[in-house]
C-alpha cells in the first residue's frame, strides 16, 4: 500500500476536505445530478482515505508504534515484552542483542532506573532506505528519578529491518547529543552509549 494513502500528510487530507466542501456547497447551492455526483465522489475520496490510514498501518507508524511500545515496557519493567522488538540481527558498537538484555537487566536493578521514555516523532524524521529497511529518529531519556537530568535527553536515530515475519523490528541506533536544527535534516555527531 503506498505511503500516500496509508500515512496520509495533514496537508493532502485538508485538501481532500476542502474540496468536498466545496463540491458539497455546489451541489446544495444547484442540486443537480453532476454536481451530486461529484460530490459523491470526492467524499468517497475522503471515507476511502480515512479507512485506509485507519486499518492499514504504514512502515512509519508500525516502527513509532513499536519504539513507544519498547519505553512502556521498559517502564514496566517488562524487558521481554520490550526486546519483542528488537532484531535477532541488533548490534550496536559491537554490543548484540543479548547482550543489550543484559545491561538493560543491570539497569533495571539500579535503584533510580525507572526505564526510557521516547517522543518528539516527526514525520520529517522518517526515511525509507528500501521495502525491507527504515529509520526514524525521536528523542529518548531515562524516565523520571533521581539522578536524571536534562543532559541525559538523546536523540536517536533508529533503523529498523523487516524480519521473515514481516514485521519490523529495531536493528540498530545511533545517539547524538541534540536535534538538528530542523525536523528531517539528519544528525552528524553521535554520543556514545554509556
Same mark, same amino acid.
Given at each position: ?46 471515507? #476511502?482515505?480515512?479507512?485506509?490510514? *485507519? #486499518?492499514? +498501518?504504514?512502515?512509519? +507508524?508500525?516502527?513509532? !508504534? ?11 519493567? $517488562? ?5 519483542? *522488538?528488537?532484531?535477532?540481527?541488533? +548490534? ?9 538484555? +543484559? =545491561?538493560? !537487566? ?15 516523532? *516527526? ?9 525491507? $529497511? ?6 529518548? =531519556? ?36 541534540? !536535534?538538528?536544527? *530542523? ?12
Amino acid at each position: 500500500m503506498p505511503a500516500a494513502l496509508s500515512d496520509p500528510s495533514f496537508t493532502l487530507c485538508v485538501i481532500l476536505g476542502i474540496i468536498v466542501v466545496l463540491l458539497g456547497g455546489v451541489w446544495l447551492r444547484k442540486r443537480t445530478r453532476g454536481d451530486m455526483l461529484r460530490f459523491a465522489c470526492a467524499a468517497g475520496a475522503m471515507l #476511502f482515505l480515512v479507512l485506509i490510514d *485507519h #486499518f492499514i +498501518e504504514s512502515s512509519r +507508524e508500525e516502527t513509532t !508504534r513499536k519504539m513507544r511500545q519498547i519505553a512502556l515496557a521498559t517502564r514496566a519493567k $517488562k524487558l521481554d515484552d520490550a526486546f519483542t *522488538h528488537v532484531a535477532e540481527s541488533f +548490534e550496536y558498537e559491537k554490543i548484540t542483542k543479548p547482550q543489550l538484555l +543484559e =545491561k538493560a !537487566r543491570q539497569a533495571e536493578k539500579l535503584e533510580f532506573w525507572q526505564g526510557i521514555d521516547v517522543g518528539d516523532f *516527526h514525520r520529517a524524521d522518517f526515511e525509507k532506505i528500501d521495502d525491507s $529497511k527504515v529509520k526514524i529518529g525521536f528523542y529518548v =531519556k531515562p524516565a523520571g528519578g533521581a539522578g536524571i537530568s536534562a543532559e541525559n535527553t538523546r536523540y536517536c536515530w533508529a533503523t529498523f529491518v523487516k524480519d521473515a515475519d514481516g514485521q519490523y523490528r529495531l536493528k540498530t541506533f545511533d545517539l547524538f547529543p541534540k !536535534r538538528p536544527n *530542523h525536523p528531517g535534516e539528519k544528525p552528524t555527531v553521535p554520543s556514545q552509549l554509556q
